[in-house]
């Protein structure tokens, strides 16, 4: 399928990551294609986050509405997340860098459709679900939250999502057993909508007439209240933002406290 390339937005290099891009091509009118390439593995880092934000600003303000899909050209990853280490050492990466690309994404004022390639963990497969509609190639790749297994909380703005959006029995085995999707199982719980490549997502659009529905000036307004509670957790600024070294932090406490309680009741119940 011939794809026009409309432009390229550079994903500068950083010590820890070696920069590449996103490159927009239209397969066909008024359908955006934003493909990354950020070696190894797609990581947010606030590089990768401007650059996606620049690319989304381009197409809404240069360019007619219609549908934005985004993919990547690393075959085994969409997105594998953040750089961890790299997101808790950058002061206010949470509210000035990844939750504003998730609220932008949410609040399009076009559909998105994340064609997902490969693996999408973590904070890829929040990006994901911050798209509306979702496409699994099936070939590789799960979809999977896996906080559980390195032992990070799920911050609010990142876990409002999969509240809106999943089923509870859907969300409980995402997040308490960091259960990983392949396509197959995310059909089947409702977080994909198609399993095929590129062209099942240009089949989606075309029969939901997503194009159509991209024109219109309500578009953007209607998702910002079909999804209020996770807009006004991304938008929050501050003091009331929570950060994940808070959240380690108090538990620690609390843990600290229970050890205590319970060494002065164990050694009370022995006086018995």
Known sequence: MASNELFTIPIPATKSHPGGGI???????????????????????????????????????????????????????????????LALSTP?????????????????????????????????????????????TGAKGYLCINELEFGVPLMPPMSSIFRIKTAPHVYRNMVLEARRFDAKAALEADLVDKIGELDAALSLIQERALVKKGAS???????????????????????????????????????????????EWNTNKAKL
């Open 217 to 263: 000036t309500a578009y953007g307004m209607l998702k910002a209240e079909m999804y209020r509670e996770s807009v006004a957790l991304l938008d929050a600024k501050g003091k009331d933002v929570a950060s994940p070294a808070q959240w380690q932090a108090a538990e620690k406490k609390r843990k600290a406290e229970g050890a205590k309680w319970f060494k």
């Open 23 to 85: 490159v927009c091509s239209s397969p066909e009118p008024q359908v955006y294609v934003l493909t990354w390439t950020s070696p190894p593995d797609n990581r947010l880092t606030p590089a990768f986050n401007i650059a996606l934000m620049t690319a989304l600003d381009i197409i809404e303000f240069g360019h007619p509405p219609g549908v934005v899909i985004t993919t990547s050209a690393i075959s085994k990853f969409y997105s594998n997340g953040l750089d961890l280490q």
């Open 92 to 136: 206010g990466f949470m509210e000035n860098s990844l939750y504003p690309l998730f609220r932008r994404l949410l609040t399009y004022p076009m559909p998105t459709i994340a064609l997902l390639n490969g693996h999408s963990f973590a904070g890829g497969f929040m990006l994901a679900m911050h798209h509306d509609y979702r496409v699994f």
